[in-house]
């Protein structure tokens, strides 16, 4: 089993910045290279990806939406991956969560275990 806990949300204002950390345990991930990624829900709207990282942190894919602003990156000696944000807008609103998969997915439906979420809200 894998357990993740999102933290760092919170309120800030339109163009701000937040790092998003997700703090991974259990003894399968120790043990096996898992991917971590990023993934946001809106209210009323479906689950999106935001980002992805490899287990080396050799590779990286994002959002266009979100490319250029949002750096992910991973400290596997603190099991702990991070989502910095930046030039935050009012529309990256949203529930934050983190999840892991033995492969590097685009889709929710790669992830195995997910972090309970994080809520980020961006004012204008």
């Known amino acids: 089993q894998v357990q993740l806990v999102e933290s760092g949300g919170g309120l800030v204002q339109a163009g701000g910045s937040l790092r998003l950390s997700c703090a991974a345990s259990g003894r399968t991930f120790s043990t096996m290279a898992w991917a971590v990624g990023w993934f946001r829900q809106a209210p009323g709207k479906e689950r999106t990806f935001v980002a992805t990282i490899t287990w080396s942190g050799g590779r990286t894919y994002y959002a266009d939406s979100v490319k250029g602003r949002f750096t992910i990156s991973r400290d596997n000696a603190k099991n702990t991956a991070y989502l910095q944000m930046d030039s935050l807008k009012p529309e990256d609103t949203a529930v934050y969560y983190c999840?892991?998969?033995?492969?590097?997915?685009?889709?929710?439906?790669?992830?195995?275990?997910w972090g309970q979420g994080t809520q980020v809200t961006v004012s204008s």
């Open positions: 999840a892991a998969s033995r492969y590097l997915g685009l889709d929710s439906g790669s992830y195995d275990y």
